[in-house]
């Protein structure tokens, strides 16, 4: 579970999100502290976190966070792609072994929806 700064933590959200998870039976990592903004050292520190091969990530909270495991997502599957290979539009390659899922907290970036992260640099 990729998370922000602490309000779904704070609300109790992450921890309901976490239980449903143990509850069926998945081993749970959560990566906290995503910035506003993420950064590429954020995305790239996160998709090695991912080491232990996850089933789902997921991404909690609002639009950052979301890009962000959006980002890490990718750089776990293929590590050895470029942040500049990343960038180019429609060259996202196909992702093999996990599935994503979005819980957006917010309106209106609509990142739940589109394939494209905003990561600064």
Same mark, same amino acid.
């Given at each position: 579970?990729?998370?922000g700064?602490? %309000?779904?933590?704070?609300?109790?959200?992450?921890?309901?999100?976490?239980?449903?998870?143990?509850e069926?039976?998945?081993?749970?990592?959560?990566?906290e502290?995503?910035?506003?903004?993420?950064?590429?050292?954020?995305?790239?520190? /996160?998709?090695?976190?991912? /080491?232990?091969?996850?089933?789902?990530?997921?991404?909690i909270?609002?639009?950052?966070?979301?890009?962000?495991?959006?980002?890490?997502?990718?750089?776990?599957?293929?590590?050895?792609?470029?942040?500049?290979?990343?960038?180019?539009?429609? %060259?996202?390659?196909?992702?093999r &072994?996990?599935?994503?899922?979005?819980?957006? %907290?917010?309106?209106?970036?609509?990142?739940?929806?589109?394939?494209?992260?905003?990561? &600064?640099?």
């Amino acid at each position: 579970i990729v998370t922000g700064g602490g %309000s779904m933590r704070r609300g109790g959200f992450l921890q309901d999100v976490e239980a449903d998870l143990k509850e069926a039976g998945f081993e749970v990592e959560i990566f906290e502290g995503v910035e506003s903004d993420p950064s590429i050292e954020t995305v790239m520190k /996160g998709a090695k976190a991912m /080491g232990f091969q996850p089933d789902w990530i997921i991404g909690i909270g609002g639009g950052s966070p979301i890009d962000a495991a959006k980002a890490m997502w990718l750089f776990y599957e293929y590590p050895e792609e470029t942040f500049e290979q990343a960038v180019v539009p429609f %060259s996202f390659p196909e992702l093999r &072994t996990s599935k994503f899922c979005a819980i957006a %907290s917010t309106s209106g970036t609509a990142t739940e929806v589109t394939a494209f992260s905003v990561i &600064t640099d």
